[in-house]
């Protein structure tokens, strides 16, 4: 095959090639902004069972966790064309409530995420679902009327027992079909949004354990847990170090208590 080296054949060779290039190009972008338009059945199928005003692309679902009342967290997990969003994903630990109340610690993550919202700017989600029937419903929805955000998107409670569907102003509760993708999509944000609060309470009352027990040694108080911490990372690894490591980070009196205190 003569491939030519120069004059005009070999111009044209390289306009060829550089239509061929944006050609290429361009089918590459028209089958991502199609992929991008694709939008999932569940989706569609949700906004019709529900009758929401618009597709609940992007879906910002809420669940608390505590046990009897210690250690109060929640979570905030997004569903972006019903996949999970990880990197949006939110922990909250829950500062004005206490004791066991799920009303009044909805209201203040939900008050503390869309407040947040509106001053940065973020993306407003088409769809916030809150894990309860009607009694989280009105709760979630006075939270929101009160920092006007109320209105901005739809809301629902997704009760537990029935998987009944809670919308304002709504007496009766929605039934989607047991079998249809658009309770599938409910019930995996509703599960996922379960699991990683449940996993957030959970290291947030290992910490607390972890520190209290330091805390028992004699000589030992916050300042000295908070070092040791730092310095070794983790109390399995505090355990197991060697009694020098440890008194020549706290000291040679304190570091041998710590010592002795798990070599017992």
Avoid: W
């Amino acid at each position: 095959v003569h491939v030519p080296q120069i004059g005009e054949k070999k111009q044209l060779i390289k306009m060829a090639q550089s239509n061929a290039k944006l050609h290429l190009n361009e089918r590459a972008l028209v089958k991502e902004k199609a992929e991008r338009n694709r939008i999932p059945h569940a989706v569609k199928e949700l906004k019709e069972h529900l009758k929401l005003d618009r597709l609940p692309r992007r879906i910002e679902c809420f669940d608390n966790s505590n046990l009897q009342g210690s250690d109060p967290v929640a979570s905030m997990v997004c569903f972006v064309d019903a996949k999970p969003r990880k990197s949006s994903y939110k922990r909250f630990n829950i500062k004005t409530v206490e004791g066991p109340d799920d009303f009044a610690s909805m209201k203040e993550i939900l008050t503390r995420r869309y407040s947040r919202v509106q001053k940065d700017g973020e993306q407003i989600p088409d769809l916030i679902i809150v894990d309860g029937g009607k009694g989280q419903l009105s709760a979630s929805v006075e939270a929101l009327k009160e920092i006007d955000f109320y209105g901005e998107c739809e809301i629902i409670g997704l009760a537990k027992r029935l998987e009944e569907v809670f919308r304002p102003g709504m007496s009766d509760p929605i039934m989607i079909p047991k079998k249809s993708s658009a309770l599938k999509l409910l019930q995996h944000a509703r599960d996922e949004a379960h699991r990683f609060a449940i996993n957030f309470h959970r290291q947030k009352r290992s910490k607390r354990t972890v520190k209290t027990e330091l805390l028992d040694i004699d000589g030992v108080g916050k300042k000295t847990v908070q070092k040791l911490l730092m310095e070794f990372g983790s109390v399995k690894k505090i355990k197991k170090a060697k009694k020098e490591e440890l008194q020549l980070s706290i000291g040679k009196s304190i570091g041998e208590k710590v010592y002795n205190y798990f070599a017992d």
